[in-house]
Structures are given as structure tokens and as C-alpha cells.
């Protein structure tokens, strides 16, 4: 929206800022060994700060869409440099493809969130697989073999 009647300047920041997004959204899908070794400050939450702020002034225009996404940038930006702060033993920001694998991994495991009591979002057969078993009944056959003369695993046949 910013290039349609700019100058050559604008252009080109648009065209940069329109690549960098681009580079930004593949590493938050997937960071490579690349990107954390040339680029290790977008694995912490002050790096990343620094760069939603670059972005959000980047972006800020007059029309509506630059404004909204200006003011996103920003107060996202904004948000990581407090949690950097605020939370310094807090965890570095992983890629979604980390968090998902996580997530996947968790649940299997039934390590996820903890679900509120009254509300039952599982299945009767998961709940059934979660409980212990039922005890076993005993039949009377089983206190017959019980008291009879046993050797080893065997019954005598007296």
C-alpha cells in the first residue's frame, strides 16, 4: 500500500521490509541451524522485541492497514521486551513447529493442560482407558484349585 505512489526510497524499504517478513515467518515456522547462528537474537524474547519495534516504525503510515499493522508490531514488540524483563528465567521463544511437537508429545502422554472437572470433553472409552482396571472376580473353580495339592505350576491328580 505504501509503494503504489512513492518514491524510488520507498520502494525499496517496502520491497526489504516485504522480504524480511517473509524470512521472519519461515523462522518462526521452522528455525534452521542457519538462522540460530547468524541470527541467534530471534531466539530471545529482547531480540525479537528489537525487531517487532523495527517493523512496527517501519510499517507506520497514514492509510488504515499500515496503521493496524504498525500498531501490532509495536505492542507485540512491546509485550517480548517486558517479558524479557519482567521474566528472565522464562524459557526462549521456540518455533511452532517445536511447540506443536511438543504439544503432540504431551498429549499422547495425557500431560496436557489440566481440562476443568465439570466439563467432559473425552470420550467414554478414553476416560475407561485412563481408570485402573476392574478387579478380577473369583469364580469357585478358582478356590478349588487354590486348595488342592499343587506341585509347581501343576495340579496333582490326586
Not at 519495534?53 to 510499517?59: A, K, N, R, S, T
Not at 519482567?86 to 496436557?112: H, M, R, T, V, Y
Request: contains cysteine; neutral net charge; hydrophobic residues 45%.
Amino acid at each position: 500500500m505504501k509503494s503504489i505512489q512513492s518514491g524510488f526510497s520507498e520502494i525499496v524499504i517496502c520491497i526489504y521490509g516485504g522480504i524480511m517478513a517473509a524470512l521472519l515467518v519461515v523462522n518462526e515456522v521452522k528455525a534452521t541451524e542457519l538462522s540460530l547462528k547468524y541470527a541467534y537474537f530471534l531466539a530471545t524474547y529482547r531480540g525479537r522485541s528489537m525487531v517487532f519495534i523495527f517493523f512496527g516504525c517501519l510499517v507506520l503510515d497514514t492509510s488504515v492497514v499500515n496503521i493496524v499493522a504498525g500498531t501490532l508490531n509495536l505492542a507485540m514488540g512491546l509485550v517480548y521486551m517486558i517479558m524479557s524483563f519482567i521474566i528472565p528465567s522464562f524459557p526462549p521463544p521456540n518455533p511452532i513447529s517445536i511447540n506443536w511437537q511438543n504439544w503432540k508429545d504431551f498429549s499422547a502422554e495425557g500431560l496436557d493442560l489440566a481440562r476443568p472437572k465439570h466439563i467432559s470433553v473425552e470420550s467414554n472409552m478414553a476416560i475407561r482407558l485412563k481408570s485402573p482396571p476392574p478387579p478380577t472376580p473369583q469364580h469357585a473353580a478358582d478356590d478349588d484349585v487354590s486348595s488342592s495339592t499343587t506341585v509347581g505350576p501343576f495340579r496333582s491328580p490326586y
